[in-house]
């Protein structure tokens, strides 16, 4: 519906008022539905190292397949969750069915999992997860919890609150898409992280003639070093070419996850080619 109202000129202007709302309800109740009828699943994406690609673990992430629309990116609908507070039931959902799944995986490989800023500010956050990894009997050791940066510079006082927690449970927390957001220096420094994922933005340019290669190459190098200084592991993403690898060997960058490995692969096949092939 579009309300008309007076334009500076004296002519109607017309905007769009309750459109994107009715939109909003939508896309929200299907999203319920989607939880409550089962659509949403996980695909696992290897982490490797860079030098031999022996196998880490998997990073879980969640895809939504609408019975109309097809699979939904969850950069689509994760900021709608966040805001509707459904992302609460989704990311359980995720952290339990990602638990379960990785328990048959063997040790010492880990699983990597996404969590909102907005799960981690619920008060009940960590009492869950210490209560599923009880339940599952999954070594907290083998599992990280990956946030991304935007999310500590939004609300650093809460998440570094809920970092300690999770540090006093012994599961890890690692720092995503590290140099994208607005995080400082000074948030690395108090948040008491694990690791940093090095974004994509910086690998994909990696191998870029002149000046633009050089510089991704200076800030990778540059955090690593970083890292290194502050004993932090450091996970590269969005690994697509060889050559890409071969510039983070040099480089002395340790995981690597992307295409060039594998993209997330649904569960069993990840068993096939990842766990089955090991030696
Ligand atoms: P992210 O955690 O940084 O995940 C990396 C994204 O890059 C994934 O997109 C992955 O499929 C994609 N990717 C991996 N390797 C490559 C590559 O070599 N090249 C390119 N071009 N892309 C690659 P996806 O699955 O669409 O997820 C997007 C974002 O949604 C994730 O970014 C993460 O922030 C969020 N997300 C995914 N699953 C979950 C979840 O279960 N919970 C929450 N809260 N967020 C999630
Ligand atoms: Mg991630
Ligand atoms: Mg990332
Ligand atoms: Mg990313």
Not at 39 to 64: H, K, M, N, S
Not at 69 to 78: H, K, R, W
Not at 98 to 109: C, D, I, N, Q, R
């Amino acid at each position: 519906m579009y309300l008309a109202k007076r334009g500076g000129e004296g002519h109607a202007v017309f905007t769009p008022v309750t459109q994107p709302r009715i939109a909003h309800l939508t896309l929200e109740s299907a999203l319920y539905e989607a939880l409550r009828g089962g659509q949403f699943t996980l695909v696992f994406q290897p982490q490797v190292r860079v030098v031999d690609r022996g196998l880490i673990g998997a990073e879980v992430l969640v895809r939504w397949t609408h019975p109309d629309l097809g699979v939904i990116s969850p950069a689509e609908f994760i900021p709608l969750a966040e805001a509707t507070g459904l992302i609460d039931g989704i990311g359980a959902f995720v952290l339990r069915a990602a638990l379960s799944e990785a328990l048959t995986w063997p040790a010492p490989l880990r699983l990597s999992v996404n969590v909102s800023p907005v799960q981690l500010r619920h008060p009940q956050f960590t009492g869950r997860l210490a209560a599923l990894l009880a339940e599952t009997g999954f070594d907290p050791a083998r599992l990280t919890l990956e946030v991304t940066e935007t999310a500590f510079i939004n609300d650093l006082s809460a998440v570094t609150g809920a970092v300690r927690a999770l540090r006093a449970l012994g599961v890890r927390v690692t720092v995503d898409d590290f140099g994208t957001g607005y995080s400082t220096l000074m948030t690395l420094r108090d948040l008491l992280a694990h690791e940093l994922k090095i974004d994509r933005a910086f690998v994909r340019e990696l191998c870029a003639p002149g000046r633009k290669g050089s510089q991704n190459r200076a800030i990778v190098q540059a955090t690593l070093g970083l890292a290194q200084a502050l004993g932090l592991q450091v996970v590269a993403e969005g690994v697509e070419t060889q050559a890409q690898a071969d510039l983070l060997a040099e480089l002395g960058c340790p995981v690597m996850q992307g295409y060039l490995i594998a993209p997330g692969l649904d569960a069993e096949t990840f068993r096939q080619q990842f766990l089955n092939a090991r030696t």
